[in-house]
């Protein structure tokens, strides 16, 4: 079974999209799963997310709501956006969620996106994770301790140290896709017939990039 990494952070509509994706093969491959604060990543780089370029964040939503509308996706603007996911994102850590980590994830996820309620409300997500059988008032008693802060940070460094630059993004040992629409790349990758010219590919790295 080969093993992926999955970053994400709920804010991002195409995290949820790409979910949609490993919710349908989580028997298929070992998935790890690592929360990463998108806002921290983009800013690491120096670069603006797509949502704070109007024309850009209109033709997302709208690239969006195809992708999903063909894929027979359910997705719905959560209540409030965007919204603060950091109590998300810290309950839905390995280090908090534990065995429950994937279950943590996709009801979060659903709600969100899939039903448009509203997920940056800590007091909501400690509820709807009740109902499935999560003590959602632990992993929320629990956002705010050292290590759990600590658990946060450690899987942006561990982002960037993989050079990863936004979400969703899946690693496959050193080899990263970024985007749902990647998604049929990886699965040619996974199924070892990667159509990558890595010689072209290779003439590309050694071309001089001027910033005009």
């Excluded at 982002?159 to 790349?185: C, Q, R, Y």
Aim: glycine content about 6%; aromatic content about 16%.
């Amino acid at each position: 079974m080969k093993d992926i990494e999955f970053y994400f952070d709920f804010l991002s509509p195409y995290s949820y999209l790409a979910w949609n994706w490993v919710r349908q093969n989580i028997d298929k491959y070992n998935f790890s799963f690592y929360p990463v604060p998108m806002a921290s990543l983009i800013r690491s780089y120096e670069t603006k997310g797509p949502a704070e370029i109007e024309p850009k964040r209109n033709y997302l939503f709208k690239h969006c709501l195809r992708y999903a509308e063909l894929k027979n996706i359910p997705f719905y603007p959560p209540h409030q956006l965007p919204f603060n996911s950091l109590y998300a994102l810290r309950m839905a850590l390995m280090e908090n969620s534990g065995d429950d980590q994937f279950k943590v994830i996709d009801t979060i996820f659903m709600n969100g996106w899939g039903k448009g309620r509203d997920i940056g409300d800590e007091k909501f997500l400690a509820q709807i994770l009740l109902q499935e059988g999560i003590d959602g008032n632990k992993l929320l008693d629990n956002v705010g301790t050292k290590e759990i802060r600590i658990a946060l940070k450690f899987n942006l460094s561990r982002a960037l140290g993989k050079n990863i630059f936004g979400v969703p993004t899946f690693m496959i040992g050193d080899e990263l896709f970024w985007g749902n629409d990647s998604i049929d790349h990886l699965k040619l990758y996974l199924a070892e017939m990667d159509p990558l010219d890595k010689h072209k590919y290779e003439i590309f790295l050694e071309k001089e990039f001027t910033i005009f």
